[in-house]
């Protein structure tokens, strides 16, 4: 295997290894290592069906279930996909629901791990995908700020009333199976044990101990802060391109920046994390 950084350093591709072939399992405690240095791993050239896919990913840890099961396969359940087809138009526009920096299901009580996307089917321009390192965004905080936001809970739900984006409707039964979870604003991660802020603001409804105008103000301020282009890498999809990212290192939003005619469609598996636990 050969690796190289790309973007600002928190990016690796990897080559020489071929999922097809199901590598050796010795391989996990390595790969495993990279996500929590890196956070986004591209592989390119995995020309994977839904079951390789799956054991890829299995290396990451187990697989976990996807919150909006309407978007999964038939026949793989734990398989989700991104498909132009299930994307609604406004003024001849998609309406892609990942279109702003964010981090999957933080309303469960033990978030992914990590999210994985196998592109299968890609516009002839655009789509991209783009990260943003909330650990370096934490430590470029100024110091007095860091002590006085370690410590903070917030309420995560399915959307919060000032979500800037619309999450897929529910059934009233739908949404009643939907977690809602108080997470921390800063994280300590599991395996680097770095810190790293802890935001999604389509899913952010309220801080413990601040009123809601407090609390609005400051999750917009450390999400414009975190979101800025000097911590963001942008990926450049390739069919094949078989990218894991970590959660709890980063965010990372969707473009509708291509043509609503063309097919975009991508395989989505998400690796089961652990409860935060906040940095302090």
Known sequence: MKIETLGPSFAARITGLDFKSKPDASLKDQLNAWLAEFAVLVFPSQFLNPQEFMNAVSYFGDLMPQQITQFTLKDFPLVGYNSTEDLPKKDGKLQVRGENFH?????????????????????????????????????????????????????????????????????????????????????????????????????????????????????????????????????????????????RSVMHQANADYNPEERRYLYRLMVQGVPLEPFQ
Request: net charge negative.
């Open 103 to 247: 981090t999957d299901h933080s309303n469960e009580i033990a978030p992914p791990k990590a999210t994985s996307l196998l592109a299968v089917t890609l516009p002839s321009l655009g789509g991209d995908t783009q990260f943003v390192d909330v650990r370096r965004a934490f430590d470029d905080l100024p110091e007095s700020q860091k002590l006085e936001i370690q410590g903070l809970k917030v309420l995560h739900v399915h959307q919060s009333n000032r979500s800037p984006r619309e999450f897929a409707k529910l059934s009233p039964e739908a949404l009643a199976l939907i977690p809602q979870t108080w997470q921390p604003l800063v994280i300590r991660h599991p395996e680097s044990l770095r810190p790293a802020l802890y935001l999604n603001t389509g899913r952010m409804q309220q801080i413990a101990k601040l009123s809601d105008a407090q609390g609005f103000e400051l999750i917009d301020e450390l999400y414009a802060h975190a979101s800025q282009p000097r911590y963001e890498y942008r990926h450049r999809w390739q069919v094949g391109d078989l990218v894991i990212w970590d959660n």
